[in-house]
């Protein structure tokens, strides 16, 4: 056992053994009188060498200089941002603290996170902005884009410029089956909600390039923007396609097509407006078909009351693609909105 184990060191070696920068500062400096260094040399040059180790004087550590706590946190706060160099040897700029992303964009939480607290379906997260779609985003957001803030009641045919009928479409990845459809159908306007702000920007790159003006981009909770910002009866459909699985058992209450999310959908859907869902998961497809069959709201447009196969004006899109050729099976229901007299007879 060791003889200094539960005991308190002693001698000159303390400082080596327990390592404390205490013990150093309380140790004289100096050799001590019993040894004579120029004797030591004499025993040899190992034995020399080891002995000056053990008897050198402990080197002070300077005292730190006390932090400015002041000047630190509004240095923090109102220094412009500082150029970096980037590895490509062009110039990368970091963001003051508190400062937006994109002054003239999408904002980081436009609902406040104290709007209120409940579960949500979808995970922000941060990615890389290419600089094209950051360029879209400074350039296009005031002229095409939303953010769902939950204090304004939204006059769709004010939002598009026109009466067309609108389909909201909830979650559209990098947007491009988003700018197809729009392409495709432009007398049908699109209101694309997404969180994904590379995703943002390539829409609005891919609307501003193919000359698409009924697509809008709304950022945000798209429950918020149901309730609070859209008025009953003012959707003509509704597309989910590939929504988060959440496939753990867990998180299944995080899934979107829930009832209580159906019920607010349909307040806000005509009747016969569309809802067009779409997986590769097939447990969530499943339950998908249970929740929507199950509803008084909806009836489903496939008499055999099963799925629906892909319809044509839907693309083929490049995250589908990839489940296909895993072996993955693509789900699609069609679900009408029933009438207002039929919902109140409890017609499913």
């Known amino acids: ?104 964009g999408p904002k980081a939480d436009p609902a406040g996170s104290h709007f209120e607290r409940r579960i949500r379906s979808f995970q922000p997260r941060r990615s890389r902005v290419t600089a094209g779609q950051a360029d879209a985003l400074q350039r296009l957001w005031p002229k095409w884009g939303l953010d769902i803030d939950g204090r304004r009641t939204l006059d769709l045919a004010e939002l598009f410029g026109n009466g067309s ?62 309730r609070e910002m859209l008025t009953p009866d003012s959707l003509d459909g509704l597309r989910v396609f590939f929504p988060d699985p959440w496939p753990k058992k867990r998180h299944h209450k995080r899934r979107l097509i829930q009832p209580d999310f159906l019920t607010i959908a349909a307040s806000r859907l005509k009747p016969g407006a569309i809802l067009h869902c779409a997986t590769d998961w097939e447990p969530y497809a499943e339950q998908m078909l249970e929740v929507l069959t199950a509803h008084p709201a909806f009836e489903n447009t496939r008499p055999d009351g099963g799925f629906a196969p892909r319809p044509e004006f839907r693309p083929l899109t490049r995250f589908e693609g990839q489940g296909l050729d895993k072996g993955h099976v693509v789900n699609d229901l069609l679900f009408r909105r029933v009438p207002h007299d039929d919902q109140r007879e409890g017609r499913q």
């Open 165 to 226: 009928p609108v389909v909201l479409e909830i979650g559209f990845g990098m947007g491009e089956a988003t700018a197809q459809m729009a392409a495709a159908d432009p007398d049908t306007n699109i209101l694309a909600v997404d969180v994904h702000t590379p995703g943002q920007g390539n829409l609005l790159n891919l609307a501003d390039q193919g000359g698409l003006s009924n697509i809008r981009v709304a950022n945000g909770d798209a429950i918020i923007l149901l």
């Open 1 to 104: 056992m060791s003889p200094y184990r539960g005991r308190r060191p002693q001698g000159r070696g303390a400082v080596l053994i327990c390592g404390s920068a205490a013990w150093a500062r309380a140790t004289p400096t100096g050799p001590h009188p019993r040894h004579d260094l120029n004797q030591a040399d004499a025993r040899g040059p190992t034995h020399s060498r080891l002995r000056t180790h053990a008897l050198a004087p402990a080197r002070e550590s300077p005292e730190p200089e006390p932090r400015k706590i002041e000047s630190t946190v509004s240095d923090s706060l109102n220094t412009p941002e500082a150029p970096h160099h980037a590895p490509d040897g062009g110039i990368r700029h970091t963001r003051a603290k508190g400062e937006p992303r994109f002054p003239d």
